[in-house]
């Protein structure tokens, strides 16, 4: 059973940053890649982020380059989205994902889901 938990949320002001974690439990968590995506209120879930197993290799959508990293800690079961620059659009529910694919582009292989982390971007 694949359990994953995000925690770093907050509210924040434009311009500051923001760290999120998400710790994920199960076996085999550094064999598959992980994701970051979010929901804004009266809108569909996005992509955010995505990282390979090996966290070698990353791509983000377009709103967010520059502005946010993924990385992993595959000793730790964490994956990290460390954010930037907020704008206040950013504001949203942020999960993180696993996948059960090699691809980290692929998003129908992300199949497990965390609860959900609050950010809110003020202006």
């Known amino acids: 059973q694949v359990q994953l938990v995000e925690s770093g949320g907050g509210l924040v002001q434009a311009g500051g940053s923001l760290r999120l974690s998400c710790v994920a439990s199960g076996r085999s968590f550094g064999t598959l890649p992980m994701g970051w995506f979010r929901q804004a209120p009266g809108k569909e879930r996005e992509f955010v982020a995505a990282?390979?197993?090996?966290?070698?290799?990353?791509y983000y959508t377009d709103s967010v380059k520059g502005r946010f990293t993924i990385s992993r800690d595959n000793a730790k079961n964490t994956v990290y989205l460390q954010m930037n620059s907020l704008k206040p659009e950013d504001t949203a529910i942020y999960y993180c994902a696993r996948s059960i694919y090699s691809d980290s582009k692929d998003h129908n292989g992300y199949r497990y889901w965390g609860q959900g982390t609050q950010v809110t971007v003020s202006s």
């Open positions: 990282i390979n197993s090996r966290g070698d290799s990353t």
